[in-house]
Antibody
Framework: EVQLVQSGAEVKKPGESLRISCKGS????????ISWVRQMPGKGLEWMGR????????NYSPSFQGHVTISADKSISTAYLQWSSLKASDTAMYYC??????????WGQGTLVTVSS | SVLTQPPSASGTPGQRVTISCSGS????????VTWYQQLPGAAPKMLIY???QRPSGVPGRFSGSKSGTSASLAISGLQSGDEAHYYC???????????FGGGTKVTVL
């Protein structure tokens, strides 16, 4: 069974750093891209970027380029999304998803990130 | 959003509801469309891929179509469990991103 299991909810202060994770199982982790999708409170879905776990090649949405970093450790089948300096506007639910061509066929359960002073 | 969806749609149990998704030649016009269902408090789930293909486990009541720069999702035999947000998505060749529609909230009256 394909599963993507994300790390738990986080509460951080503005300016702090954070890394959240997404562990894949039940399939060959290096055979599919992993994308990250943001959902701000009460809003729709926004694609942030993706990574090819086989070689860690990344592709970012211009809206998120430079503000987040996507990485992966194929030895433990885990992808990461990290921030070096959080803002209150980063408060959102973040989903990882397995990407088959241009479709996201499996999704993680989501990680809620709350940034508040 | 670059992909335009109606914010809401509704129907009574058993009815057919259709949701539209309007784009352009750089996205829907040249690429496939995927539809996602997001039930309240849950992660999104792929409902339709490659414009009109259903993953295993998705009921035949859900169907997708595409014509030119628009796509649509139809839900027939509407059930209370279909109350959710529905999003269309496609790759955009100009922006080099995956774009989502703004989402349509389906209410079963």
């Amino acid at each position: 069974e394909v599963q993507l299991v994300q790390s738990g909810a986080e509460v951080k202060k503005p300016g702090e750093s954070l890394r959240i994770s997404c562990k894949g199982s039940g399939y060959s982790f290096t055979s599919y891209w992993i994308s990250w999708v943001r959902q701000m409170p009460g809003k729709g879905l926004e694609w942030m970027g993706r990574i090819d776990p086989s070689d860690s090649y990344t592709n970012y949405s211009p809206s998120f380029q430079g503000h987040v970093t996507i990485s992966a450790d194929k030895s433990i089948s885990t992808a990461y999304l990290q921030w070096s300096s959080l803002k209150a506007s980063d408060t959102a639910m973040y989903y990882c998803a397995r990407q088959e061509l241009v479709a996201f066929d499996y999704w993680g359960q989501g990680t809620l990130v709350t940034v508040s002073s | 959003s670059v992909l335009t969806q109606p914010p809401s749609a509704s129907g009574t149990p058993g009815q057919r509801v259709t949701i539209s998704c309007s784009g352009s030649s750089s996205n829907i016009g040249g690429n496939t469309v995927t539809w996602y269902q997001q039930l309240p408090g849950a992660a999104p789930k792929m409902l339709i891929y490659s414009n009109n293909q259903r993953p295993s486990g998705v009921p035949g009541r859900f169907s997708g179509s595409k014509s030119g720069t628009s796509a649509s999702l139809a839900i027939s035999g509407l059930q209370s469990g279909d109350e959710a947000h529905y999003y269309c998505a496609a790759w955009d060749d100009s922006l080099n991103v995956v774009i989502f529609g703004g989402g349509t909230k389906v209410t079963v009256l």
